[in-house]
């Protein structure tokens, strides 16, 4: 089917690139295919906030995946200054042989002998590597007599796009945010890592 006139043409134009096989007696064709082309053209998404496996559906070629480490864990006030608080853990994905991976932030200090604060996470194989933009790190706590602990350091930040095949498996490894501990208890905790990937 032909349309006679330029706009006809280009209306025919958007309801076939939507499949649809043009109708006379339908009038809502133009609407369906542009709400359907809308549609296909968004990003689907998927968060992880816990480690898990991920296969590739039918009919995606390309992934961009985005891996973030997990804060560290701020300081405590009343704990020795030699005492550290728990380093935050790394997020990865693994797929193939590739491993895009986004350190965590190490624990703050107690008492804030570092005054530097606890070295940001790095990450690794993404083409955009970036310390220190994941996960955050926890709050240090100050006591009432102006005793100080350190924050924790962010976790590492990596991005990379990747050419795939439906079937294929990511393996996810989500960080887990360092900790405080005082009598048993934890505290000043360092945010989780996390991972996402979309596609279209």
Known sequence: MQGSKPVECEVLNVIQAAGIWPDCDDKTQLLQAIKQLTVSSLPSRQYFT???????????????????????????????????????????VTYGSLGIIAEGGEGGWSAKIDED??????????????????????????????????????????IKDLSVTAGEVFEIVVGKGGVATHQGLELNVGQDGYVILEWV
């Open 50 to 92: 816990e480690s898990a496996e991920f296969i590739v559906p039918e009919g995606v070629e390309n992934i961009r995946v985005t891996v973030a480490g997990a804060g560290g864990g701020g300081g405590l006030n009343g704990n020795p200054p030699s005492q550290k608080s728990g380093d935050g853990s790394a997020s990865s």
């Open 117 to 158: 604060g606890a070295s940001s996470g790095v990450a690794s194989n993404g083409d955009l590597n970036l310390a220190g933009q994941g996960a955050v790190g926890g709050n240090g706590s100050v006591s009432v007599l102006g005793q100080t602990g350190g924050p924790g350091g962010n976790g590492g930040l990596a």
